[in-house]
């Protein structure tokens, strides 16, 4: 077990805890960060009015797609910072200290993210769904939906004529956020009160919460997945689908702690106290979690296309056939080329590189769940629109979550100390070496 130090003891002691070290100047971010909120709002707007007004023949359901690919992703991110602040309090893990803060500011970003995805199933219930087929099927009695009808209606007839309301989807939509918003609140107050040092069991409070926490985690993770991903083809099932989707949350949130701590670096701030043993470790998380997302991804593929099942088989077939393109890009770039490029060293220890490699993380995370959500758009249409438009919408409903995802934390990180100045572990952290 860790070595425990009394928060605020160890202050006097290091260097790389003086004031304008671990901390911003007042206000710093605030521009920037508000005009990327204020950019990816229009980015949002300016794909809803293309798909709305159908400009350049796009469909209005293909900027919901494009925004519900955005969100997807900041929800993934998010929810990836609240899994490794579980782990790091669960496993008492004394080498985080120094940038806990940090994932835990990502996670604060967690109602909001919730709020984000709620426009896209507001929009589809209303609308009888665009995206969500099993809305409009469930009108006709499909086979397939009256055997699932429990999952989504609650025990409401379907095939009457009309769609009843989807009473349990919104039900476990309402927990999950729930949970999130409870977790992540939780976790942060407390974080904050061990910094104020008027609680010294802040810290054990935080680790009884992430231990039941965990649970509640992993199944609001894998049953979201499954109701706002894998449901846009309610025809498919996996039953490794929610490990599919946390195995990139991690990996991207894993990238983005990365790219968050290598900017802080950059700003000349951290010195002494995020060093290059911090950065190396980090680099073994994400490598570790692209070889994990890599064995999730090629067991899901190699299980379906065993098994031989329609209802399965469909799913893959359909993206090999007309996205064959963005699937090997997938393959390649979500896996071959983190794999190839995070394993040396030299590149885990070296802040900018690993900055590097952390973009692309995000961005393949982006394709990811472009690759699975897109399809759906154009699915049955023998002639879907081409041209400028349709990659604009794309961009704009893509790139708006993000642009806000990011303000925020541009505008958050800055308010208040850069690392958990009254952790008990922090001495351990100033201090950490990497043997491996």
Known sequence: MSQVASPHSIAAQFPALRADNITLPPGSGKGLGTMLMAAGLACVVGAAAIGVMGIGGVFARQALAAYHIGSMCVLAMSLGALFFVLVFHLTQAGWVAAFRRQAENVMAFLPFAFAMVLPTLI????????LFKWLSKAATGEYVLE?????????AEIGTGHVPFPTFFVVRALVYGAVWTLLSRRLL?????????????????????????????????????????M????????????????????????????????????AGKL??????????DLGKLMFSFTVFWGYIAFSQY??????NIPEETAFFKYRSEHWKGLGILLMVGHFVVPFLIVLFR????????LAVMALWAILMQVVDIYWIVRPIVYAGNDQPPTGAMVWITDILG?????????????????????????????????????YV
Do not use: C
């Open 123 to 130: 929009i589809e219930i209303a609308t009888g769904g665009k």
């Open 147 to 155: 055997h699932k009808s429990f999952y989504f209606f609650g025990g």
């Open 189 to 229: 107050s407390l974080s904050l009160l061990q910094d104020s040092g008027q609680d010294p069991s802040a810290f054990a409070k935080a680790r009884f919460t992430s231990a039941w926490g965990m649970l509640l985690f992993a199944l609001t993770t894998a049953f979201a997945a499954f109701d706002w991903l």
């Open 231 to 266: 449901s846009l083809d309610y025809v498919f099932f996996s039953t490794m689908w929610g490990i599919y989707y946390f195995s990139g949350a991690a990996f991207s949130s894993a990238a983005l702690i990365v790219l968050i701590l290598a900017a802080l670096r950059g």
């Open 271 to 280: 010195q002494g106290a995020v060093t290059h043993e911090h950065f190396h």
């Open 302 to 307: 190699f299980l379906i296309w065993y098994s």
């Open 346 to 353: 030299g590149v885990k220890r070296n802040y900018r590189l």
């Open 398 to 434: 893509v790139a708006g979550p993000l642009a806000i995802f990011f303000g925020y934390l541009i505008t958050t990180i800055p308010k208040g100390p850069l690392l958990g100045v009254g952790d008990p572990f922090l001495r351990e952290s100033l201090e950490h070496k990497n």
